[in-house]
C-alpha cells in the first residue's frame, strides 16, 4: 500500500482525508502530464538518495568505538535526516514525529483499558545516549537499531505525487517550523546544533524551487524567494545564544511567507481545504495566520458565525446558567483580566488557578489536566461540576428556553433539535474570538510599530533561545499546541511546589486521577504566556505572585532542580544560569504580549 502522503488527527477534517487521498496517492497507472512525472521522480531521486545516506550511516555508527568519532558519525546522519526533513514530515508525519521525537517517554491514553507507554527512539535519543558513557552503549545500539528499522521502513513505502498545493504546504510548513522550533533548539537537545541544521532544511526548500523552477510564470518571483531563502541561510550561520531571532522572522520569515503568496498567484493554485495555517498566511504573528475553525469539531457550522459569537457572548454572562443564578462563565473569565480571576482558585472548594480564555482556541485539548478534547466538551464539565455551575446540560437548555429572546435566537440560528449542543456551541464560537494578536510584541514584529526596548527583544532572543521557553511555549500562540501542524497539545512534568517558598512539591497529580497512569503523576498542559501580566498568580495551584518567582523556577531547573525526586520530570532540570539582566529582559518581553484593549473585546 502506497505511503500514506499527509496524516491528519482522526476526529478532524475527516472528508479532508479522503480528498487528500484522492489526490496524493492516486494509482501509479493514473494519467500524469510530463511535467508532473518529471518533477515527483526528481523530488523522489533527491529524497531517497539522502534517506539512503541518513540509513547507512546511521547503520556505521554502531561499528566505531570511539565516542568522538560517534559523534562525528551521528552528526552526518544527522544531516540527511534534516535534509529531508521538509519533504518527510510532510508526506509521512507520524513516522516524521517518532523519528524526531524528545528522549520522554511516550504516553498513549484512549481508556483505562488501552494505555500504551514507549520508549522514546529517533535521533534526539541517540544524541543524549552518545553523552552518556559507557554504560548505556547496550541501549545506544538498540535505539540505533529501531530508528534504522524505521527509515528503512519509510524508505519502501515511499512513492511520491505531488500536486502544486502540496508544494505550497510543504514549503510554508518548513519556513514556519523553521521559525517555531527549529531556532529554539527544541530537537538538538544535546548538541546545540539547531541553527545549522535549519540550514539543512532550508538548502532542500532550494533544492525543490529548483526542481519547479519551470513551473514559474514570474522568473525574477523564482530568484526572489530562491535568494531570500539563501540569505536566510547565511543569516543562520551564526551562534546559537547571539542569534538575533526576532530579526530573523521579521526579516526572512514574513517575507518568505510574503513571496509564498505570490507563488500562489504565479502558480494559480486551487487549494482544496485550510490546514491549521492559512492558505494565506503573510506573517507569523497575524491575527489571520492561524485558522480557528481547524481546532474545533464543528468545522461545518459556520453559518450566521457572527450572531452566533454575540449569542454566545451574552450567554457566556448570564447566571442563569448556574443552579444558585450566582454564576456565569464571566465570574471566572473577568474579561479585565484576561479571562481570569485574579485569585489563587477561585474559592476554597477549586484546587486550581482559573486560566484564561484568551487564545483557548488553539488547542486540542482542555481543562489544565487535558480530560477534554473541545472548548464544548469543557462546558459540559463546567456545568456538571457541584462546585462550579452545578447544573447539567439539559437543565440549562430548560432555563435558556424559558427566554423568548434565547429560544427564537437559538430556532433561528440553529434549525434544529440540538439545543444541549447549540448552547455549548454558541459559548465556544464566542471564546473562539478572543484572540486579537494585537500585543505590542505582535505590531512590532508585523512593522506597525517600532516601540520594543532592546530588553524587550533581548528577552524575545532569550525565550527563544538560551531559556529554551519557546521549546514548550511554541509560537505564535506561545502555549503547548506543536507548530506547523498544531494537531498535539503537549502536556509537561514540571515539578510545581505547594508553597512560593519551594520545599515540597504540590500534591495535585494532574493528569495521572484519570487512568492512574504512573508516568503521568503531576502531567499538565501548556497554556499560552500571552496576556500573562495580567494572568497573576501563576501555575496551576497559583503558586507564584510574580514573574519573578515563575522565572527563577525555571532558572533553576524545575523540581528537580528544586531538590525534589520527580522520576519523569519533562522540563530539563539543569539550571538554566540565566543572569539576573536575562531574567528580567524575559519578564519585560513576556509583558509585551499584553494584548491591546482585550477589555473592551467587541464581535462585531
Known amino acids: 500500500m502506497n ?9 478532524t477534517y475527516t472528508f479532508c482525508i479522503c480528498l487528500l487521498l484522492l489526490s496524493v496517492i492516486s494509482c501509479k497507472t493514473e494519467t500524469q502530464s510530463t511535467e508532473a512525472i518529471s518533477t515527483d521522480k526528481q523530488i523522489e531521486k533527491f529524497y531517497l538518495s539522502e534517506l539512503n545516506h541518513c540509513i547507512n550511516t546511521l547503520d556505521s555508527l554502531s561499528s566505531l568505538n570511539n565516542t568522538e568519532d560517534k559523534i562525528a558519525c551521528y552528526k552526518k546522519a544527522r544531516k540527511h535526516f534534516k535534509t529531508i526533513e521538509p519533504i518527510l514530515a510532510f508526506i509521512d508525519q507520524n513516522n516524521y514525529k517518532s523519528l524526531n521525537a524528545p528522549n520522554i517517554l511516550q504516553i498513549q491514553e484512549e481508556d483505562a483499558t488501552d494505555i500504551k507507554i514507549k520508549k522514546a527512539f529517533g535521533f534526539q535519543v541517540i544524541e543524549e545516549l552518545l553523552h552518556e558513557g559507557p554504560n548505556y ?20 513505502n515511499t512513492y511520491i505525487n505531488f500536486k502544486d498545493h502540496h508544494i505550497i504546504w510543504l514549503l510554508r510548513n518548513q519556513i514556519v517550523r523553521i521559525a517555531t522550533t527549529g531556532i529554539t533548539g527544541f530537537d538538538s537537545p544535546v548538541l546545540a546544533q539547531s ?79 485550510e490546514m491549521a495555517l492559512s492558505n494565506t498566511i503573510s506573517s507569523l504573528f497575524d491575527s489571520k495566520a492561524l485558522n480557528t475553525s481547524y481546532f474545533t469539531d464543528y468545522k461545518s457550522d459556520t453559518t450566521f458565525l457572527k450572531q452566533k459569537e454575540l449569542l454566545g457572548k451574552a450567554l457566556f454572562n448570564d447566571t442563569r446558567l ?6 456565569a462563565c464571566a465570574t471566572c473569565h473577568i474579561n479585565s483580566l484576561a479571562f481570569t480571576d485574579g485569585k489563587t482558585t477561585f474559592s476554597n472548594k477549586q484546587t486550581r488557578n482559573t486560566p484564561t480564555l484568551t487564545y483557548s482556541a488553539y488547542q486540542q485539548l482542555y481543562f489544565l489536566d487535558a480530560r477534554s478534547g473541545s472548548l464544548e466538551g469543557q462546558i459540559v464539565g463546567v ?8 447544573l447539567p446540560m439539559d437543565s440549562i437548555v430548560k432555563r435558556i428556553k424559558q427566554d423568548k429572546y434565547y429560544e427564537q435566537t437559538l430556532n433561528a440560528l440553529y434549525n434544529n433539535k440540538r439545543d444541549d449542543f447549540n ?182
Request: aromatic share 10%; charged share 25%; net charge negative.
Open 3 to 11: 505511503n500514506i502522503l499527509l496524516i491528519i488527527r482522526a476526529k
Open 137 to 156: 552503549i547496550a541501549e545506544l545500539e538498540n535505539t540505533i537499531s529501531i530508528t534504522s528499522s524505521r527509515l528503512k521502513l519509510v524508505k519502501e
Open 195 to 273: 541553527l545549522l541544521e535549519s540550514q539543512y532544511a532550508y538548502q532542500t526548500l532550494i533544492t525543490i524551487l529548483d526542481i519547479y523552477k519551470g513551473k514559474f510564470k514570474s522568473t525574477e518571483l523564482h530568484k526572489d524567494l530562491s535568494g531570500l531563502i539563501l540569505s536566510s541561510i547565511q543569516q543562520l550561520n551564526d551562534d546559537f545564544e547571539s542569534f538575533d531571532r526576532y530579526n530573523f522572522i521579521k526579516t526572512s520569515t514574513d517575507p518568505q511567507l510574503k513571496l509564498l503568496l505570490k507563488v500562489q498567484k504565479d502558480w494559480n493554485v486551487v487549494f482544496p481545504f
Open 322 to 327: 448556574s443552579k444558585n443564578n450566582t454564576m
Open 383 to 390: 456545568a456538571n461540576n457541584h462546585d462550579e455551575f452545578n
Open 423 to 604: 448552547v455549548r456551541h454558541a459559548i465556544s464560537s464566542y471564546i473562539r474570538t478572543l484572540n486579537l494578536f494585537n500585543s505590542k510584541f505582535d505590531n512590532n514584529i508585523n512593522g506597525k510599530e517600532n516601540s520594543l526596548t532592546d530588553s524587550e527583544i533581548r528577552g524575545f532572543n532569550l525565550f527563544m533561545g538560551k531559556a529554551a521557553c519557546a521549546t514548550c511555549h511554541f509560537p505564535p500562540v506561545f502555549n503547548g499546541t506543536v507548530p506547523p501542524n498544531f494537531n498535539d497539545t503537549e502536556l509537561e512534568i514540571i515539578g510545581v511546589p505547594e508553597t512560593a517558598a519551594n520545599k515540597q512539591l504540590d500534591d495535585d497529580l494532574g493528569r495521572f486521577y484519570f487512568f492512574n497512569t504512573e508516568e503521568r503523576k503531576g502531567a499538565f498542559k501548556t497554556t499560552t504566556v500571552r496576556n500573562i501580566e495580567k494572568t497573576a498568580p501563576y501555575m496551576h495551584n497559583g503558586v507564584y505572585q510574580t514573574l519573578e518567582e515563575v522565572v527563577d523556577f525555571y532558572n533553576k531547573g524545575g523540581g528537580n532542580g528544586l531538590g525534589f525526586e520527580i522520576t519523569h520530570q519533562t522540563l530539563p532540570f539543569d539550571a538554566l544560569n540565566l543572569t539576573t539582566q536575562e531574567q528580567t529582559d524575559i519578564i519585560n518581553f513576556m509583558k509585551t504580549l499584553t494584548d491591546n484593549d482585550v477589555s473592551n473585546k467587541e464581535i462585531l
